[in-house]
Nanobody, 115 residues
Framework: QVQVVESGGGEVQAGGSLRLSCAAS????????MGWYRQAPGQRDLVARI???????RYGDFVKGRFTISADNAKNTVYLRMNSLKVEDTAVYYC?????????WGQGTQVTVSS
C-alpha cells in the first residue's frame, strides 16, 4: 500500500508565502517524478514537477518565478516553496507521485490567499 501525504497548506494574505511538503511511503519503488497540481474547474493544472533521475524541473506558466520545487530523493519527499502568493493561487493543491507503472495522488491540501 502506498501513502502520499501532503502538509503545509493554510491561509495567507496576498504577497505572503507558504511551504508545502509531500511524502510518499509504503510499497513504492522507482519513483520517476513527484509534483504538485492544483484543482481548477474541470481540470488539474501543473504547478511544479521534478523528475528524480535527471533533476529536470517544470513549472506551470502562471508560476513566473514565484514558486520553487525541491526534492529529497532519499526520503521520497518534495517541497514547494510558494512566494508572492496571489488571490488567484487559492486552490486545493495535490501531490502526484509517478512510478514506471503507477500514479498516486495525495488527498490534497487547501491553500487560501486572502486580499
Amino acid at each position: 500500500q502506498v501513502q502520499v501525504v501532503e502538509s503545509g497548506g493554510g491561509e495567507v494574505q496576498a504577497g505572503g508565502s507558504l511551504r508545502l511538503s509531500c511524502a510518499a511511503s509504503g510499497s513504492i519503488v522507482n519513483i520517476n517524478s513527484m509534483g504538485w497540481y492544483r484543482q481548477a474547474p474541470g481540470q488539474r493544472d501543473l504547478v511544479a514537477r521534478i523528475t528524480f533521475d535527471s533533476g529536470t524541473i517544470r513549472y506551470g506558466d502562471f508560476v513566473k518565478g514565484r514558486f520553487t520545487i525541491s526534492a529529497d530523493n532519499a526520503k521520497n519527499t518534495v517541497y514547494l516553496r510558494m512566494n508572492s502568493l496571489k488571490v488567484e493561487d487559492t486552490a486545493v493543491y495535490y501531490c502526484k507521485v509517478a512510478t514506471r507503472y503507477n500514479v498516486y495522488w495525495g488527498q490534497g491540501t487547501q491553500v487560501t490567499v486572502s486580499s
